[in-house]
C-alpha cells in the first residue's frame, strides 16, 4: 500500500491524476444510470440501454487509464503502439457488454452476480494491460507479479461489490455508490498495477508511423473524453425526460384507478407497489402500511396455496377466483380477484382488480332467506317446510324415532280482515307466529303455508301426551286476546280482537309413511276439527279415511260431469263505463250435481287443478263459450277465464285456433282472462304462448291486476289488452281511502299503458258514480246483473236495457254523489 502511495506522490502529475478521476467518477455515474434504465426495460436479447452503457464504460476505463498514464512521469516521452491502443478500448467495451449482460439477467442469483463481476474486472483488467503494453513500441517494461496478482484481485472483488449493490438502482443514493465502487475498481487496478511497473527507454521499433506519441494521445484522449462526457450529459437528460414521463403515467394511472369502484394494485414480484383509493378504503389502512407488503399478507392465510398456485400461471389464463382478504381491522371481506399482466413503470408488473362481494353475498342471503319465508311473518314457507319435513322423516327412519305434523287453522280470522282490513289482519298474524314460537322447541318447525293456514313439524322422538300438549299449549296461546295497536281501520286506537285456533294432527309412521300422505291425514284431522266446531286438536283416526274416500268419490263424479252433462255455463255481463252499454259476457262454470246442486267454481276447480282435470274442464268451457257466442244475435264479445295449468299444456294457442275455426268466431270476439300465476314456473313459455295468441287475434286480460307481487313487470314484458281490477279493491271504495288509491292508480297506468281497464264486484251506485268518475272504461257486477244462462240474457227486453242506461245516468250520478 505504501508502494502504491509513494508511485502515485512521486511519479504523476496531480492535475491529471485529477483530471482522470473526474472521468472516471462521470464515466462510472452515466454507466450506472444507463444500467438503471436497462433493468427497467422489457428485457431482450442485447438491450440498447446495455449497448450504450457499456460503450461509456469501456470509454471512460480508457480514458482514465491513458489521462493517467500521461500524468506517469517515467512514461512522460513513451510512445504507445497504434494496434494494442485501439484493441485496448475494444477489450474494455466488449467485456463490459458481455458482463452487463450476465448481470441484468442474474435474477439475483449470487453465483450469476459474481460471474458478472469477474468478467467486468476481466474487462478492465485487459484493458489497462493491453494499454501499458502499447508502451512496449519505445520502452522496456518490467512487472513485479505480486503486485500485479494484487492489481487483479483488488479489481475483481470491488467489481464484484459493485454489481451485487447494483441490484436496485432506483434511487440516487444507490446509485452513487454504485459508481463509487465501480471507480474504485478501476482506480484500484491501474494505480496497484502501475506500481508493479519499471519503465526503462529504449530504441525504437521499427515502423514507426504505427506508433502513438504523448501529444497524439493526448489528443485521442481527449475526443474520448468528450465522447463519455456527452454520453453521460445525454444519459442524464434522457434519464430525467423518462422520469417525467413515468411519473405523468403514474399520476394518469392513479387517476385512472381512483375513478373505478373497484379495488385495484400493482404488485411486483409478489409485493405491492402501488394501490388506488377504492383499496385504501377496502382494507381500512393508509397506501404508506400497504405498498411494500408481500401479497399474501393482504388475504386469508387459508388462501395462500391458491395464490401461490395462480403466481406460478400466465395471468392472461387465469379465470376470476373468489378469495377473502383482510382489512387493517381484522374483518374477512369476500372478493373476486382478476389480475392481467402490465408494464408498470418500464417494467413487468401485474394488475389486480378486487370486487367487493359483500353487498352481493347479503343479497344473496337475502334472496334465499325471502325463497325460504313467508314475508309476512318471516316463518319458513312450504318450500322450507317440504325440506325440513323431509329431513325429519329420514332421520325418524333411521333412528326408529317418530315425527308429528300439526295443521293449524286461525279461527275466526276472516271477520278481522274483512271488518277491520287487511293491515288489521297482517298485525294479528305476526303476534300470532311470534305466540306459536314462543310455545315450541328451536328444534320445531314452524311454518306459514297459506293466509291463515299454519303447519308445525315436531321432530325427533316425543310421546302422544308430549304432542297432544304442545298442540294444547298452542291452543290455550291463541285463545288469549290480541291487542293490536296502531291505526286500525281508520282509528288511531288499539284494536282488541279475539280468535281461537283448530290443530289437525298425524303422526309418522302409525299415520303416514311418506311426507304426503302425513299431510293428507293431519289435513283430514283438521277438517274433522272444523267440522265438529273448531277450537279444539284431533288427532287422525283410520276412521276419518272415510273423509278422504269421499273426496275421491267427488273426483271421480267431477271427472264424469262432461259426459253425464252436468257441466254448465252462466253468463255475466260486462258493460261500458259510460254508457252501460254490455259489450262482453264472461262465462263462468257451474256444476250441477245431481245430489248437492249447484257447486260453484270455487268449490271444485281447486279440485281438478290438483287431479289435472282441469285440462278437459277448461278445454269444454272454451269450446262451449265459443260455441255459444258464434249463436249469439249480437256480436257481442265472449270472456273465458284459463287456468295456469290449462295455459301450459302443450298445444294451448294451436287448440284455440282450432275451437275458433269450428266455430266459425271471430278471433277479435273471445277474451282469454288469464293470472299472473302462468308466469311463475316458466315465464319465457308463457310469453310465447301469449304472443301466438296475439298473433291470431284473441284479446287478453290480465285478471285480478293488483293482488300479486310482480303484475307490472308482466305488463312490462308483455302488452295485454286489458287489466281487470280485483273485486277486492272495489269492496273498499267509499269506506277506505286507500282503495279510492289504489284504483285510481292502477286506472291510470292502464290508461297511460294503451290498456283498457275493467273493474269486478260492483254492487253498489255509490261505487259505479266513484269508478265513473275515474274513468274506468268497462264494469262487471251484481249492480248489473247476476251470472245467469245465456237464455235469459237473451231475453232481456228494452225495459233491462232502460235500467242499465238508467244507472249510467246524471242523475243517477248527483243522487250519490
Not at 119 to 147: K, P, W
Request: with cysteine.
Amino acid at each position: 500500500m505504501l508502494k502504491i502511495v509513494a508511485c502515485v506522490a512521486s511519479q504523476h502529475d496531480f492535475g491529471l491524476v485529477a483530471v482522470s478521476a473526474g472521468i472516471c467518477l462521470l464515466g462510472c455515474f452515466s454507466t450506472v444510470t444507463l444500467m438503471a434504465e436497462a433493468a427497467r426495460a422489457e428485457r431482450r436479447s442485447v438491450s440498447p440501454w446495455l449497448i450504450a452503457a457499456a460503450f461509456v464504460f469501456g470509454c471512460s476505463v480508457w480514458s482514465l487509464h491513458f489521462v493517467a498514464m500521461l500524468a506517469f512521469q517515467p512514461g512522460a516521452q513513451a510512445a504507445y503502439g497504434l494496434l494494442p491502443t485501439a484493441a485496448s478500448i475494444g477489450i474494455a467495451v466488449a467485456g463490459a457488454l458481455i458482463a452487463f449482460l450476465i448481470w441484468c439477467r442474474a435474477d439475483h442469483d449470487p453465483l450469476k452476480v459474481a460471474a458478472a463481476g469477474l468478467v467486468l474486472a476481466a474487462a478492465i483488467s485487459g484493458m489497462h494491460y493491453a494499454g501499458v503494453g502499447a508502451m512496449a513500441a519505445n520502452s522496456l517494461l518490467a512487472f513485479e507479479e505480486a503486485l500485479v496478482h494484487a492489481s487483479l484481485g483488488l479489481c475483481a472483488t470491488l467489481a464484484v461489490i459493485a454489481l451485487a449493490r447494483a441490484g436496485d438502482l432506483a434511487g440516487l443514493g444507490r446509485r452513487i455508490e454504485v459508481s463509487l465502487w465501480l471507480a474504485l475498481a478501476i482506480c484500484g487496478l491501474h494505480f496497484t498495477g502501475m506500481t508493479a511497473l519499471t519503465v526503462a527507454p529504449a530504441t525504437p521499433v521499427a515502423g514507426g508511423g504505427a506508433v502513438l506519441g504523448s501529444t497524439q494521445l493526448g489528443l485521442a484522449v481527449g475526443l474520448v473524453s468528450l465522447a463519455v462526457l456527452g454520453a453521460g450529459l445525454t444519459a442524464l437528460l434522457m434519464q430525467q425526460h423518462l422520469m417525467r414521463r413515468r411519473m405523468d403515467e403514474l399520476s394518469r394511472m392513479r387517476l385512472l384507478g381512483n375513478l373505478a369502484h373497484e379495488v385495484l394494485f400493482i404488485h411486483r414480484e409478489g409485493r405491492v407497489v402501488e394501490i388506488n383509493q377504492a383499496g385504501l378504503r377496502l382494507f381500512g389502512a393508509p397506501a404508506s402500511e400497504i405498498i411494500g407488503r408481500p401479497l399474501l399478507d393482504l388475504f386469508a392465510e387459508a388462501d395462500a396455496p391458491v395464490l401461490l398456485r395462480r403466481s406460478r400461471c400466465h395471468p392472461e389464463d387465469l379465470f376470476p377466483e373468489e378469495f377473502e382478504v383482510r382489512t387493517a381491522a381484522g374483518i374477512a371481506v369476500p372478493v373476486e380477484l382478476t389480475c392481467r399482466a402490465i408494464d408498470y413503470l418500464g417494467r413487468p408488473a401485474t394488475a389486480v382488480a378486487l370486487r367487493d362481494l359483500s353487498r352481493r353475498r347479503r343479497d344473496e342471503a337475502r334472496i334465499r332467506h325471502l325463497a325460504l319465508h313467508d314475508a309476512l311473518t318471516d316463518l319458513p314457507n312450504r318450500t322450507l317446510l317440504e325440506e325440513r319435513l323431509g329431513l325429519a322423516l329420514e332421520n325418524a327412519a333411521e333412528n326408529g324415532t317418530s315425527v308429528a305434523l300439526a295443521y293449524l287453522d286461525l279461527d275466526r280470522f276472516k271477520p278481522v280482515n274483512d271488518f277491520h282490513g287487511h293491515a288489521a289482519g297482517d298485525a294479528l298474524l305476526v303476534q300470532a307466529a311470534k305466540r306459536m314460537l314462543a310455545e315450541l322447541r328451536p328444534t320445531d318447525t314452524l311454518a306459514r303455508i297459506g293466509g291463515d293456514e299454519f303447519v308445525i313439524v315436531l321432530a325427533h322422538t316425543r310421546t302422544l301426551a308430549q304432542v297432544a300438549e304442545t298442540a294444547e299449549r298452542l291452543v290455550a296461546a291463541l285463545g288469549r286476546p290480541f291487542q293490536i295497536e296502531g291505526q286500525i281501520g281508520g282509528s288511531v286506537e288499539g284494536l282488541r280482537v279475539e280468535i281461537g285456533a283448530s290443530v289437525g294432527i298425524a303422526l309418522y309412521p302409525s299415520d303416514g309413511s311418506t311426507a304426503e300422505s302425513l299431510k293428507r291425514a293431519a289435513d283430514t284431522a283438521l277438517y274433522r276439527v272444523k267440522d265438529e266446531g273448531r277450537g279444539a286438536v284431533r288427532f287422525f283416526e283410520a276412521a276419518m279415511d272415510e273423509q278422504l274416500q269421499a273426496r275421491r268419490r267427488i273426483e271421480h263424479e267431477l271427472s264424469g260431469a262432461i259426459a253425464r252433462g252436468e257441466l254448465a255455463l252462466d253468463y255475466q255481463p260486462i258493460v261500458n263505463g259510460r254508457t252501460g252499454e254490455i259489450e262482453i259476457f264472461e262465462a263462468l262454470i257451474r256444476w250441477h250435481h245431481p245430489e248437492r246442486g249447484c257447486v260453484f267454481p270455487a268449490d271444485f276447480i281447486p279440485l281438478a287443478e290438483q287431479t289435472d282435470q282441469i285440462g278437459r274442464i277448461g278445454a269444454w268451457v272454451l269450446d262451449t263459450a265459443c260455441a255459444a257466442a258464434a249463436a249469439w244475435p249480437h256480436p257481442w264479445r265472449v270472456s273465458v277465464n284459463v287456468s295456469p295449468k290449462q295455459f301450459r299444456q302443450p298445444g294451448f294457442a294451436a287448440g284455440v285456433a282450432a275451437v275458433l275455426g269450428r266455430h266459425g268466431l271471430s278471433p277479435g270476439r273471445l277474451v282469454l282472462e288469464i293470472t299472473e300465476s302462468v308466469f311463475i314456473h316458466d315465464a319465457a313459455t308463457a310469453l310465447t304462448v301469449l304472443t301466438a295468441l296475439r298473433t291470431l287475434g284473441v284479446r287478453l286480460a290480465l285478471d285480478d291486476f293488483g293482488t300479486g307481487y310482480s303484475s307490472l313487470s308482466y305488463l312490462q314484458r308483455f302488452q295485454f289488452d286489458k287489466i281487470k281490477v280485483d273485486r277486492s279493491f272495489v269492496r273498499g271504495l267509499g269506506q277506505h281511502a286507500d282503495a279510492l288509491t289504489i284504483v285510481r292508480a292502477i286506472t291510470h297506468l292502464g290508461h297511460n299503458l294503451g290498456l283498457t281497464v275493467t273493474v269486478e264486484g260492483v254492487e253498489t251506485q255509490e261505487q259505479l258514480t266513484v269508478l265513473r268518475e275515474l274513468g274506468c272504461d268497462q264494469m262487471q257486477g251484481y249492480l248489473f246483473a247476476r251470472p245467469a244462462p245465456m237464455t235469459n240474457l237473451s231475453e232481456t227486453g228494452p225495459s233491462d236495457r232502460a235500467r242499465l242506461r238508467a244507472l249510467f245516468s246524471n242523475e243517477a250520478a248527483r243522487a250519490y254523489a
